[in-house]
């Protein structure tokens, strides 16, 4: 079968959160372009609480007129859900939800397709292009006043996620799977997972865990990853059950690595600060100076 997401240059399987005006919405990039969340577009066209009962509703009125093309152009991929469970989920391309927003009649509809054609297809030119992203990615991190030191740990942790993706795509991971193997590198590198993380910081769900870690987080995750992926070549892991394996090994090396780090440091690696407008109780990530 945008703002940022978790990695600059899309993968085969990556899932992400672009957001509407404050509406997330939720996506999956496969064969070379992004499906949506249908429910999600809905919601954030109409501004309904059931986003789920409106497109469901809407759905067999467009089938009623005749629109049968359509529906069988509207797939279902496995999303996280707001209960935090995966569950299916109808998913269109841009093409495709471009005629069922035409079908709403929305006031909102033309902005929304203005912001669905940015999201859709600047990531894709991305993907043609690496270079663009790379640039694009600098630039944006300067702009955001990050120090050249940060920008360039941020810069090898994007090359590295490339590769770690790259090798599972070759060795049968798909779709979510991405994700569960994401969780079991970080779960071995700093003994929490992605998401307790990202509450450590105080950050959202939308927000990029890794545009918000600390310089010695960052280098961890490049080594968990870099590692996880010399091993999935050593090992020749096939599919997800021996991906897994190598995932626990590859950070479980960071994670001895923090582990003697921190016995020297005398404090956690794992960070409360991060590059948010500073609030009660959480930490900024100052501007550094080059060293």
Same mark, same amino acid.
């Given at each position: 079968?945008?703002?940022?997401?978790?990695?600059?240059? $899309?993968?085969?399987?990556?899932?992400?959160? /672009?957001? #509407?005006?404050?509406? =997330?919405? @939720?996506?999956?990039?496969?064969?070379?372009?992004?499906? #949506?969340?249908?429910?999600?577009?809905?919601?954030?066209?109409?501004?309904?609480?059931? =986003?789920?009962?409106?497109?469901?509703?809407?759905?067999? +009125?467009?089938?009623?007129?005749?629109?049968?093309?359509?529906?069988?152009?509207?797939?279902?991929?496995?999303?996280?859900?707001?209960?935090?469970?995966?569950?299916?989920?109808?998913?269109?391309?841009?093409?495709?939800? #471009? !005629?069922?927003?035409?079908?709403?009649?929305?006031?909102?509809?033309?902005?929304?397709?203005?912001?669905?054609?940015?999201?859709?297809?600047?990531?894709?030119?991305?993907?043609?292009? =690496?270079?663009?992203?790379?640039? !694009?990615?600098?630039?944006?991190?300067?702009?955001?006043?990050?120090?050249?030191?940060?920008?360039?740990?941020?810069?090898?942790?994007?090359?590295?996620?490339?590769?770690?993706?790259?090798?599972?795509?070759? !060795?049968?991971?798909?779709? /979510?799977?991405?994700?569960?193997?994401?969780?079991?590198?970080?779960?071995?590198?700093?003994?929490?997972?992605?998401?307790?993380?990202?509450?450590?910081?105080?950050?959202?769900?939308?927000?990029?865990?890794?545009?918000?870690?600390?310089?010695?987080?960052?280098?961890?995750?490049?080594?968990?990853?870099? /590692?996880?992926?010399?091993?999935?070549?050593?090992?020749?892991?096939?599919?997800?059950?021996?991906?897994?394996?190598?995932?626990?090994?590859?950070? +479980?090396?960071?994670?001895?690595?923090?582990?003697? #780090?921190?016995?020297?440091?005398?404090?956690?690696?794992?960070?409360?600060?991060?590059?948010? $407008?500073? +609030?009660?109780?959480?930490?900024?990530?100052?501007? @550094?100076?080059? /060293?």
């Amino acid at each position: 079968m945008g703002k940022k997401n978790e990695e600059m240059i $899309p993968f085969d399987g990556e899932i992400g959160i /672009s957001e #509407f005006k404050d509406k =997330p919405i @939720r996506k999956v990039f496969l064969d070379g372009e992004w499906y #949506f969340s249908v429910a999600d577009v809905v919601g954030a066209i109409v501004e309904t609480d059931r =986003p789920s009962k409106y497109w469901s509703d809407l759905k067999s +009125k467009l089938r009623n007129e005749g629109f049968d093309q359509l529906s069988e152009n509207i797939g279902q991929l496995k999303m996280t859900a707001d209960d935090g469970k995966e569950r299916l989920m109808d998913v269109a391309n841009a093409e495709t939800l #471009f !005629r069922v927003i035409q079908s709403m009649g929305s006031p909102k509809a033309e902005p929304f397709k203005r912001w669905l054609s940015k999201v859709a297809f600047e990531r894709i030119q991305e993907f043609q292009n =690496p270079e663009l992203a790379i640039q !694009r990615a600098i630039l944006d991190y300067q702009i955001q006043g990050r120090s050249e030191e940060w920008i360039k740990a941020r810069m090898r942790t994007i090359l590295s996620r490339k590769e770690l993706t790259s090798e599972w795509a070759h !060795r049968g991971v798909m779709g /979510s799977e991405y994700a569960i193997l994401t969780n079991v590198i970080s779960e071995e590198t700093f003994s929490i997972g992605i998401q307790n993380h990202k509450d450590v910081k105080g950050l959202a769900k939308s927000h990029n865990l890794r545009d918000h870690m600390t310089d010695m987080e960052l280098v961890l995750t490049m080594l968990g990853e870099t /590692s996880t992926a010399e091993l999935a070549r050593s090992r020749d892991a096939q599919g997800f059950d021996e991906n897994e394996e190598t995932a626990h090994a590859g950070g +479980k090396i960071a994670g001895d690595a923090r582990k003697n #780090f921190e016995r020297e440091l005398g404090q956690s690696v794992v960070s409360r600060s991060n590059f948010l $407008p500073p +609030k009660r109780g959480q930490d900024q990530l100052p501007p @550094r100076s080059e /060293s």
